[in-house]
């Protein structure tokens, strides 16, 4: 009888110790399924790698948007900012507006064309939209399609004076609009006859690129002729070879200094600045211009394939993909803005690049 009292005992013991270490056990032992990371995947090589969308808002430095953030095309061709502070991007693929947390594209029948070439805010608060096949007004949130440059493709739009606006074409002719009290609009050609190229591999209408006001004149850059100032319902071209004849930007700065960006072989200077007829050549080698954009004292100059440069003074800085690590998204920079709080925005072929530059 002890014997098997004993025997039963054993057993009784065995048989909790195997519970006590599976129990154990399977505390102790962590679930692969859920505890263990997952390994990540290893990046597959890329000859142009195109940088992650970072964030549009906080206290980054550099920030983005788009097609991840609902843009209609990564090609971004013109930026500007309405009454409300909500900004509005013309891409190739249509017009956005961005208000820091959401895309909207904006589909209309009365936005002709499909590519937005050109965007500006007047005075009264009215949106101004130039496309690859005319142009349309947006006033208290509605299109109103200017008729009279249908079928032209609206390269550049400049605010003369209030209520002066003036449309620059791809088909050699320029455009003023005066809106009226009623809402309406006279809208009358600035050139008598439409502009012919000097092209002789590309003949045909001129290419007006870009509009400034220079001395109180008007003066407009084109593709094959330089400079040309209008007047008279005449065109005079501007003799200054060293600006050259392909001009693709220009601006004026609030002290009255001319600046103009020519296209230009890759890394030979293309910026040039000065007074019209007299202007001088900068050394930095900012290849084929794009874009001139006076902020405050500076002067933003955006290349199509070296990034941007920064004119302040004496001293010149330059951004590109590399050196600020995907911050600006691409080398092709065509359209730079600055908001009405001081950040910088950067239309390029891949996207918005944001740019704050009072964050750390």
């Not at 220009?250 to 030979?268: I, L, P, Y």
Request: neutral net charge.
């Amino acid at each position: 009888m002890t014997v098997f009292r004993n025997a039963l005992l054993l057993s009784i013991c065995v048989i909790c110790v195997i519970c006590g270490f599976r129990t154990s056990a399977s505390i102790q032992e962590p679930d692969p399924l859920q505890s263990q990371p997952s390994p990540s995947p290893s990046p597959s090589p890329s000859p142009s790698p195109s940088p992650s969308p970072t964030p549009v808002t906080g206290l980054h430095q550099w920030g983005a948007v788009t097609l991840f953030h609902g843009l209609p095309s990564d090609r971004v061709r013109a930026i500007t900012q309405d009454s409300d502070g909500v900004m509005w991007f013309g891409t190739e693929g249509g017009l956005a507006k961005f208000d820091g947390r959401r895309t909207q594209v904006l589909k209309d029948p009365a936005l002709p064309g499909t590519r937005i070439l050109s965007l500006k805010r007047d005075e009264d608060g009215a949106l101004w939209i130039g496309t690859d096949a005319g142009a349309t007004r947006l006033i208290g949130g509605q299109l109103k399609i200017i008729n009279e440059v249908s079928g032209n493709a609206i390269s550049a739009i400049t605010i003369a004076q209030p209520g002066r606006i003036l449309l620059a074409t791809e088909q050699g002719n320029i455009f003023e609009c005066t809106p009226t009290e009623a809402g309406g609009l006279n809208v009358r050609p600035l050139l008598s006859a439409p502009l012919q190229s000097a092209d002789s591999d590309q003949p045909g209408p001129l290419i007006i690129t870009s509009l400034a006001i220079v001395e109180g004149k008007l003066v407009a850059g084109s593709l094959s002729r330089g400079l040309l100032t209008i007047e008279n319902g005449s065109a005079t071209e501007i003799q200054d070879r060293r600006a050259g004849y392909f001009i693709r930007a220009m601006a004026t700065e609030s002290t009255g200094q001319f600046w103009v960006g020519a296209r230009t072989r890759k890394e030979d200077p293309g910026v040039f600045y000065g007074a019209a007829g007299d202007l001088k050549k900068s050394e930095a080698p900012t290849g084929p211009v794009a874009v001139v954009q006076p902020i405050g004292d500076t002067v933003f100059v955006g290349t199509d394939g070296r990034g941007v440069f920064r004119f302040t003074g004496n001293k010149v800085e330059r951004y590109t993909f590399d050196g600020t690590a995907g911050g600006l998204r691409s080398d092709r920079v065509y359209a730079i803005f600055a908001d009405r709080e001081g950040v910088i925005w950067f239309g390029t072929d891949r996207g918005v690049s944001r740019f704050d530059p009072n964050a750390p």
